[in-house]
């Protein structure tokens, strides 16, 4: 009886040390996974949820991601939306834990989604990067370059006519932090 002690207790040492082991390289390869993804992936798995990102400006961009490109997400909130550039970010709150494993690769870069705003002759603001909120350019998109855009200032409020328009500036994409539609 002794003896069958002696191997049930061995054996059950055995089962532990495996389920051990398995456990780690579980572990272990959740984690090398998670270094191998990037931040667009980590943020499509977050489609739907209010996101709240810091670009260092006064103030925050708070709203529910709709969409996510190359280096830029897309926050609605309250009609308005604001396109972000990640590059400035300085920190975005409000992610859950679970990220999406094979996310699609977001193919569309600021300036596409730039050239949708230049369409529609939408007033904007332009929050240019490492800037005050007071230094927002308001205006509309007029044409989109590989990496730069023409923004026509407007007065906030006012439509756009040619009697109305203060000048207009050639803004390099990185410059800018945000872009959000005016209502």
Known sequence: MRWDALFADMEAQLAAARESVQESEVSERL??????????GRLHSQAGRLLKVDLGLPGSFEGVLT?????????????????IALDHAVFIAGMDRFSAAGA?????????????????????????????????????????????????LIPRGEPRRQGNVRGV???????????CSVL
Do not use: C
């Open 31 to 40: 984690r090398t996974d998670f270094a191998g993804m990037e931040l667009a």
């Open 169 to 179: 500036y050639v803004l390099p994409l990185q410059s800018v932090a945000a872009i």
């Open 104 to 152: 699609p690769a977001a193919r569309l870069g600021l300036a596409s989604a730039l050239r949708g705003l230049s369409r529609d002759r939408a007033a904007v603001r332009v929050y240019p990067a490492g800037q005050q909120a007071a230094a927002a350019l308001d205006g509309s998109v007029d044409r989109v370059g590989k990496d730069f855009f023409e923004l026509t």
């Open 67 to 83: 969409h996510v490109g190359r280096g830029w997400i897309v926050l609605e909130s309250g009609g308005r939306s604001s396109v």
